[in-house]
């Protein structure tokens, strides 16, 4: 069936650094995915999206890369800040959920 | 623009109680809704997807008599709780869009239940 997952389940980064956050999936149909933000105790916020006949995008200090043939999406974070801190999930379609990384930003 | 508000934000209820949980797009029309749960540490797992003037659609092992979903509006879905029981504790979390599935969902703030 379909799945979206994530690589790995937490993040640590110095504050500056760029942050690079993975995501698989299995459907090689799915042409629309959407990264998420997640603070504590809120709900997920949009970050950026991608279509499936993009390989790139790039918005404000976040880039979005779909490697379409190993079927993975990452979420680059340029100059990681202490506000970054959250959990990213990635969708596809825009309503099913990977697992989610915890990225956690060190002063 | 799009704004989804949820309410209440927090809520504790007795085992046997029902509770319901509004959903509401503020400055925009959303012909669909989804309703998610998410467990401590977990991600967001799709419970209902939540259609304006239609029987909402349960994802599977979701039981719909327990879960009962009301999209009366094209501003306002209603989740409620039957029976809750304590294992029903949960973060629930609604989202809606303004378009169709290849357009950024808007989530509602969440809703933490608690059942004593």
């Known amino acids: 069936g379909e799945s979206v997952g994530l690589h790995l389940p937490t993040l640590s980064v110095q504050e500056g650094d760029n942050s690079i956050i993975n995501c698989a999936y299995s459907?090689?149909?799915?042409?629309?995915f959407i990264w998420y933000k997640q603070e504590s105790g809120k709900g997920p916020q949009f970050i950026i999206d991608?279509?499936?006949?993009?390989d790139k995008r790039q918005g404000q200090r976040v880039t979005v890369l779909l490697n379409k043939t190993v079927k993975h999406l990452s979420l680059q974070i340029a100059a990681t800040q202490p506000g970054d801190s959250a959990v990213y999930f990635c969708a596809e379609k825009s309503m099913r959920f990977g697992a989610g990384t915890r990225l956690t930003v060190k002063p | 623009g799009a704004v989804v508000s949820q309410h209440p934000s927090r809520v504790i209820c007795k085992s046997g109680t029902s509770v319901k949980i509004e959903c509401r797009s503020l400055d925009f029309q959303a012909t669909t809704m989804f309703w998610y749960r998410q467990f401590p540490k977990q991600s967001l797992m799709l419970m209902a997807t939540s259609n304006e003037g239609s029987k909402a659609t349960y994802e599977q092992g979701v039981e719909k008599d327990k879960f009962l979903i009301n999209h009366a509006s094209l501003t306002l879905s209603t989740l409620t709780v039957t029976s809750a029981h304590p294992e029903d504790s949960s973060f629930y979390i609604c989202?809606?869009?303004?378009?169709?599935?290849?357009?950024?969902?808007?989530f509602g703030n969440g809703t933490r239940l608690t059942v004593t």
């Open positions: 459907n090689s149909a799915s042409d629309y």
């Open positions: 989202s809606a869009t303004k378009g169709d599935l290849k357009s950024p969902l808007h």
């Open positions: 991608i279509r499936s006949n993009m």
